[in-house]
């Protein structure tokens, strides 16, 4: 078992912000098979709440907040090297948006979704689309959502399309709605892609993070209460199809919020978070939570940060 878990992707954090407000260019990566942590070459840039993704087996991070404020910068870790600086967004800076990778592009570096956000001037919290090309920088936009949404969850279901929930809008109200990007008849290739609204959560989040299951599944966890600052440590999942409904799933062990969620092998990931160091897996089979042995190496946690598998 050892040796199949030496296989898989390891999990990787970037950026992010310390329990003492501090922004973070720290990379870490956990070994599945050994649970250990091990630093990565530093970020170009220290960044919090950035767009963070895996394109073409490189790791991408867009956006953010550093200690300059909001930016457009983008960077890329290849194998064996260092975070390189690629051409800024053309959309201007932004931050709290999720990043979803186009595996399929004709781009010569690969391109990333980046869905909702927030923008420092104008309209503040927007409900735009943008398709990257890392080679570029060039942001086009594709079709709005149907809401406004500020550090939501995104995922990419197993047949493509992309399912958006939670988030706070310019209001500041937390958000229970979900939404879908896809065909409008599933399966058809040719035909035009369109937001269409799907069974809101049971709970509303933000700062939450979500991944499709070995199943299928769309699944939420965690996430925070833009007025009183709590988290939580619910999960639910939801299979679309013909009875379209959310199943709520066992509670984490620790609330969360601002962490890094990944699926892996018939399991969720889950790793630190504002105020939190700790490290869970989610057994999709058996149902059940469990603590691993490997807490983050930061006292009192790392939230906002990117991850992705690596």
Not at 274 to 301: A, F, I, M, Q
């Amino acid at each position: 078992a050892k040796e199949w878990l030496g296989t898989l992707p390891g999990l990787v954090l970037c950026g992010g912000q310390t329990a003492t407000l501090d922004i973070s260019k720290e990379a870490w990566r956990l070994n599945l098979a050994t649970l250990r942590w091990a630093p990565m070459p530093e970020l170009v840039i220290s960044r919090d709440r950035h767009a963070c993704c895996a394109v073409r087996g490189a790791l991408v991070v867009l956006g953010g907040y550093s200690v300059l404020g909001f930016t457009t910068s983008v960077e890329m870790l290849q194998d064996g090297g260092a975070f390189v600086q690629l051409p800024p967004l053309s959309c201007g800076d932004i931050c709290g948006a999720a990043a979803i990778a186009v595996e399929e592009s004709d781009s010569a570096a690969g391109q990333v979704l980046l869905v909702g956000g927030r923008f420092p001037v104008g309209e503040g919290v927007v409900s735009t689309v943008q398709l990257v090309d890392l080679a570029t920088g060039v942001c086009t936009p594709q079709p709005d959502l149907l809401h406004r949404r500020h550090l939501p969850a995104a995922a990419r279901m197993l047949d493509g399309r992309i399912v958006c929930a939670g988030g706070v809008d310019v209001n500041g109200e937390v958000q229970s709605t979900v939404e879908m990007w896809g065909p409008l008849v599933q399966g058809a290739t040719d035909a035009a892609w369109t937001w269409t609204a799907l069974p809101a959560m049971n709970v509303g989040r933000f700062r939450c993070s979500a991944c499709v299951m070995s199943d299928g599944r769309f699944a939420i966890f965690g996430g925070g209460d833009w007025m009183n600052g709590a988290h939580t440590s619910s999960c639910e999942a939801l299979r679309i199809g013909d009875d379209e409904h959310w199943q709520m799933l066992p509670p984490m062990h620790d609330t969360r919020s601002y962490f890094a969620c990944e699926a892996v092998a018939g399991c969720v990931v889950v790793a630190g978070g504002r105020g939190c160091r700790t490290v869970e897996v989610y057994e999709e089979v058996l149902d059940r939570w469990l603590r691993l042995p490997c807490d983050l190496p930061h006292t009192s946690g790392l939230g906002a940060t990117g991850s992705a598998l690596l």
